[in-house]
């Protein structure tokens, strides 16, 4: 069973930047499907991004393409995820997960989840 912890969560202005990490631990990590998502107050929690186990493919809601970029270092059981030309609108908690059945935008694949970090973009 891998466990999963988020850092790097902060406050910004919008148009700034931040780097949000996964960190693992408790499983062969680059057994594992990382996905990205984020919860709102108030709203569900939604889909961001998602790397595959070798990092050999990478997927990103409509949203965040182009600004956001998801990438791993298995050597340091990692997934990143860098944030660029944030927008007050991508305020939320956000998640990572793990799973080993593939890279999807829905949440039910993932297995194991983080406890998340807060980011706030203000305007």
């Known amino acids: 069973q891998v466990q999963l912890v988020e850092s790097g969560g902060g406050l910004v202005q919008a148009g700034g930047s931040l780097r949000v990490s996964c960190a693992a631990s408790?499983?062969?990590?680059?057994?594992?499907?990382i996905g990205w998502f984020r919860q709102a107050p108030g709203k569900e929690r939604d889909f961001v991004a998602a790397i595959s186990r070798i990092a050999g493919s990478t997927l990103y809601a409509d949203s965040v393409k182009g600004r956001f970029t998801i990438s791993r270092d298995n050597a340091m059981n990692t997934v990143y995820l860098q944030m660029n030309s944030l927008k007050p609108e991508d305020t939320a908690v956000y998640y990572c997960?793990?799973?080993?059945?593939?890279?999807?935008?829905?949440?039910?694949?993932?297995?194991?989840w983080g406890q998340g970090t807060q980011v706030t973009v203000s305007s």
């Open positions: 997960a793990a799973g080993p059945r593939g890279t999807s935008a829905y949440a039910s694949v993932y297995d194991y």
């Open positions: 408790g499983g062969t990590f680059s057994r594992y499907h």
